[in-house]
């Protein structure tokens, strides 16, 4: 593992970090401005689940009927 990955939180944690933003933003007593912060905080964290996920995508091969391995998302139907 690098030292990257070792410093970045999981796509879970980032889940879960999201999550917590959202359970603020409902909170009757925050701000104004304290919502637009966790607004920016949730995009922030949305942007890094999305990198994080098309990374996977990229990486994941699948069996073609001939036996050969195929980018996933490059199947016929």
Not at 2 to 11: A, G, M
Request: proline residues 3%; aromatic residues 6%; negative net charge.
């Amino acid at each position: 593992m690098s030292q990257r990955e070792k410093e970045e939180p999981s796509l879970e944690e980032t889940f879960q970090e999201l999550d917590h933003i959202i359970q603020k933003m409902q909170d009757r007593e925050v701000t104004l401005e304290d919502s637009f912060v966790l607004y920016e905080q949730g995009i922030q964290k949305l942007k890094l689940c999305n990198q994080k996920i098309d990374a996977v995508e990229k990486k994941m091969l699948i069996l073609n009927n001939q036996g050969s391995l195929e980018p996933f998302g490059e199947l016929e139907s």
